[in-house]
């Protein structure tokens, strides 16, 4: 069985490149502390409550049609089919997260919680249960096939591995020696690794992220979806994994590529997050916003995500500006349609 060493694996990884992804982070968190008191944030953190969702099923290839997010999310429809069902039990979860973490441990009857969130009202008597069969962590080919990149532990050693990581987590977190960010990404390539339940170890992954980030003070999450961006670099994502789980079994991984993709998606949220306060708080016009939203963008930009930098403004004012730029050759229109993109003359 895997022997664990939290406190040497984050010690190990207090390199330069680490240790200048941590000092951006702490930088960008201090730029965007006024955050929740940013007009109309409901509706950025709504925003990113459903990006999260969305994003962190499509991962683990549980998909719901892009007209049903906003009824599922936000207008609590009843879910249809079992992928809908996923959806609505993870946003269930993230609300259960936004209640308790402040005062919540991380301790294995609150993982398995998260886990019984995803399933309760679509199979209760799965969900929150351990494998009962050996599991493997696959990536889907291009031709359709499933390729596995890991095997996963053996049911009978889920408890015992399980037991002994939390164990030093909780030994670690309590350690100023031990950095929290390299902590918690070390903590997930390995819970990731044990694959504690028979499906939806990725999503409670991502659910214990968002859960330690937010009890640590990092609270980005809740307003710019590092699950949306994971899934943007889906393809680094997985080469990350590849690269830290190889020797896993013996002790002999090295965690560096999965905890410094880890950081790249909090820094990178956390500098999202600070665009999406700097334009809305700029003394301009909407069409003169949606302007800039385009000429800054360094590839096209699709209209959702210029909804949601400029959440404050309603989506009838949006495609208005974006149809008069347009006309005006001002910007120009890549892609039409639903999927319709824009970028700069």
């Not at 049903?68 to 996923?86: S, T």
């Not at 002999?252 to 600070?274: G, M, P, S």
């Amino acid at each position: 069985m895997k022997m664990f060493d939290l406190k040497g694996t984050v010690l190990s990884l207090n390199t330069p490149s680490i240790v200048s992804l941590l000092n951006n982070i702490e930088y960008y968190k201090g730029k965007c502390g006024g955050v929740s008191k940013m007009k109309k944030v409901d509706v950025l953190k709504a925003m990113a409550r459903r990006s999260n969702a969305v994003a962190s099923n499509a991962i683990g290839n549980v998909y719901i049609g892009d007209d049903r997010e906003r009824p599922l999310c936000d207008e609590g429809a009843q879910p249809k089919n079992l992928q809908e069902h996923m959806v609505v039990g993870y946003l269930n979860a993230l609300d259960l997260i936004e209640e308790v973490y402040k005062y919540q441990t991380l301790d294995r009857s609150f993982v398995t919680t998260l886990h019984y969130y995803i399933y309760k009202d679509y199979n209760p008597e799965f969900g929150g249960k351990y494998k009962d069969s050996q599991n493997y962590i696959q990536e889907l080919m291009p031709d359709g096939s499933f390729h596995t990149i890991f095997v996963s532990a053996p049911p009978e050693d889920v408890v015992p591995a399980l037991d002994n990581l939390i164990y030093q987590y909780n030994e670690c977190a309590k350690d100023e020696e031990c950095n929290k960010l390299i902590l918690l990404a070390a903590f997930m390539l390995d819970f990731v690794c044990i694959h504690p339940y028979n499906h939806g170890n990725g999503r409670v992954s991502r659910l214990l992220l968002h859960f330690l980030l937010n009890k640590y003070g990092y609270m980005v999450d809740d307003y710019f979806a590092i699950a949306y961006l994971m899934k943007q670099h889906l393809g680094e994502y997985i080469d990350a994994f590849k690269a830290s789980s190889e020797g896993w079994y013996d002790s002999e991984n090295n965690y560096e590529a999965f905890v410094t993709f880890i950081l790249k998606r909090i820094l990178e949220a956390y500098r999202k997050l600070d665009y999406i306060i700097e334009i809305n708080e700029l003394n301009a016009t909407a069409e003169d916003k949606v302007l800039k939203v385009i000429n800054d963008s360094a590839t096209p930009i699709s209209k959702t995500m210029v909804l949601r930098i400029l959440y404050p403004i309603s989506k009838a004012t949006i495609e208005k500006m974006l149809s008069k730029l347009v006309k005006e050759n001002r910007i120009q229109i890549i892609t039409k349609g639903r999927y319709s993109k824009y970028f700069r003359v």
